[in-house]
């Protein structure tokens, strides 16, 4: 086991009705922004909850943060904020709401233009206390100190972490997930799924309890998709997947352990360049890096197999490619695609992909042999 | 699953050399009372180690926390500090160190007797910030915010537990545990597993990925245990230990689920009244509460017994029989007795522990219905 520092003060509250806690949880003399996406919100009940909670604190409310949160929407949000002297941030909806709202607490505190925090997260020395209220299991943010943001007008999606960025709390009611579209409930199964992975599918023994937590993630997920994309109203399942998303990115499973994370560098091209869904990236870039890597991660997918899919019969190479072929398959038993040609996405992009990562000078994944050469070859394999 | 609501600030620093990095997190302004047991340290080369790195900080030595640490003891350590002014504290120890200085950190701030905290903790209303460097993996005392303490004088033993007392960073160094009296080995990789055992033995289908990640603790315990008892000197072993061993008790498998621990309770009274070490009581009482809540407790015990033991075959009966049978023959693998006979234990006890639950009206387990009655059925089973 590698030596590490683990730190996660977010506070969860989670459970039906949990949304009224909010009333004693942030100070009844500080002004609040709430920060919200499109407004499914206001369809789902979720506002009227939140609105009741603070009745008694004092608010401003700004919508439209978007999916892949842009640059520019949060630069509006923090001017607002900035004008109107907030000193406490909740953010109600999905991971692109916290994301964003992780910016805004920063941005708050700092007098430059908020993207040189995205490219230079040290440049954060402090924040305004931010909460949230989650409503799509998915990204993990509301239990980690990261986000990610776009630049639409350059094309650029880049993530950003800091220590000052953790929510205080976050609270999480499965019942709020009933109404989510379910193309993007699949996209939080495999986001979580992929979450795990890129801390998991590395080099084995590192950490047995480790490796133990990261497959209980994957087996859950495993067991619990299918039937929650038949009926997305069951409080059990939603409760084990919100869960599971939380703790698939909230650094429990990544302690003393290598992490990847270059099928989520290749899939932040996918959505800068396409729009994509993240978790639909995920679904198509993961097998196909899987396939390519699949000498250098050969024991550790090996032992994938095994636990979570129980291949234990045929050749070493048989099992592998009998691995990777369950898990595209699991993806695509969601109902989302899993080839880049599915998306009508050809060489054009791969060739300015692996041109973004040559001119970066970047190379992800725990050896950090990803090279632009090498996404190359990884979306070359998923046409 | 039901609702929940979950923090844990604490900090962990983990690895080996790992020590050095206390200079920079105690503010250099705090007084340090350094909080010790009986010696270890110094032969172990741990209290050089925290020495070098407090050498500019000002501080203080209390040497002599025993094991179950004593109310009486504590009180000449709450004097020190109070005479002293000192505003940190740092345990270096084991569990029951730690233990005992989280008392000591209330007490500071609490005008009254200490002992009154320990049987009402409600009382702490707030601590002197206290951290600690761990030297055997055990009790989760490192990252929780709970202790139990000892009052020889009354043959007492009780728990207690408070939001304030949570260790603010700790130090877990695996190469701390390699010169550790084999028993005291043993016992604590006991601890860890009941320590789960009592978030898990419960009923099933309360959250799927709970349960995967106290499986993935018992499964790791039932790994690597016997290979540490064979040479404890094997830095991935005792690292995936001592990270188990605090997993086990930090509340992160114990979201949205029912708890038991019975088998703590009724362990406390024979510590209490025997001193026998808390993990030793722990490996006696378990599965003698395992066999006599076998019908409350089958489908749980089915599903443990398939997952840790692939005991798959036989009659429902069979399974549960062998599986206790498993779980025993585990603990006295590690060199263990497993029944209060073997310790020249007998019906004196036992009729003395109903009476106590009887006096305090007290009962245990998920279902409240450990009595001093059924305490004494499962403790006969033991004999």
Redesign the interface.
């Known amino acids: 086991?590698?030596?590490?520092?683990?730190?996660?003060?977010?506070?969860?509250?989670?459970?039906?009705?949990?949304i009224s806690?909010i009333t004693e949880e942030i100070p009844q003399d500080k002004k609040v922004m709430l920060t919200f996406g499109g407004g499914s919100v206001k369809r789902n009940g979720v506002y009227d909850q939140v609105c009741k909670a603070l009745e008694k604190h004092t608010t401003i409310e700004f919508w439209g943060i978007e999916s892949n949160p842009d640059i520019s929407t949060l630069r509006k949000a923090i001017a607002l904020g900035k004008k109107e002297n907030i000193d406490y941030l909740l953010a109600v909806g999905g991971g692109s709401v916290i994301d964003g709202t992780k910016l805004v607490a920063a941005g708050l505190c700092y007098e430059g233009d908020s993207w040189e925090l995205v490219l230079n997260p040290s440049l954060i020395k402090t924040a305004v206390p931010l909460a949230s209220v989650l409503t799509l299991p998915a990204t993990g943010s509301e239990m980690n100190c990261g986000g990610v943001i776009s630049c639409r007008e350059n094309k650029l999606k880049y993530s950003f972490a800091s220590p000052y960025t953790f929510p205080v709390?976050s609270v999480l009611d499965?019942e709020t997930t009933y109404s989510l579209p379910s193309h993007q409930v699949a996209c939080g199964l495999v986001d979580t799924f992929v979450h795990v992975m890129e801390q998991y599918m590395t080099t084995i023994?590192q950490?047995?309890?480790?490796d133990?937590?990261a497959?209980?993630?994957l087996?859950?997920i495993v067991?619990?998709g299918p039937s929650i994309m038949k009926d997305q109203t069951q409080?059990?399942l939603m409760?084990?997947f919100m869960?599971?998303a939380t703790?698939g990115l909230n650094g429990?499973v990544s302690?003393?352990v290598t992490q990847d994370w270059a099928t989520h560098m290749i899939g932040h091209e996918l959505t800068a360049l396409h729009g994509l869904t993240h978790g639909h990236t995920l679904a198509i870039v993961f097998p196909g890096l899987l396939r390519v890597l699949k000498k250098q991660k050969s024991d550790k997918i090996l032992q994938y197999g095994e636990r979570i899919w129980n291949i234990t019969n045929g050749s070493k190479e048989e099992k592998i490619e009998e691995t990777i072929v369950k898990t595209e398959t699991f993806f695509r038993s969601l109902g989302l695609t899993t080839r880049l040609s599915e998306e009508s996405i050809g060489v054009d992009t791969i060739n300015e992909v692996e041109k973004r990562f040559n001119d970066r000078k970047v190379a992800y994944g725990e050896n950090e042999n990803v090279t632009g050469e090498v996404a190359k070859e990884i979306l070359i394999n998923t046409l």
Chains 1, 2 share one sequence.
């Open positions: 086991m590698e030596n590490f520092i683990f730190k996660n003060p977010t506070q969860l509250i989670f459970g039906k009705g949990m806690k709390f499965p023994n950490s047995r309890i480790m133990r937590w497959e209980g993630i087996q859950t067991e619990i409080y059990d409760a084990d869960l599971s703790m429990f302690m003393g």
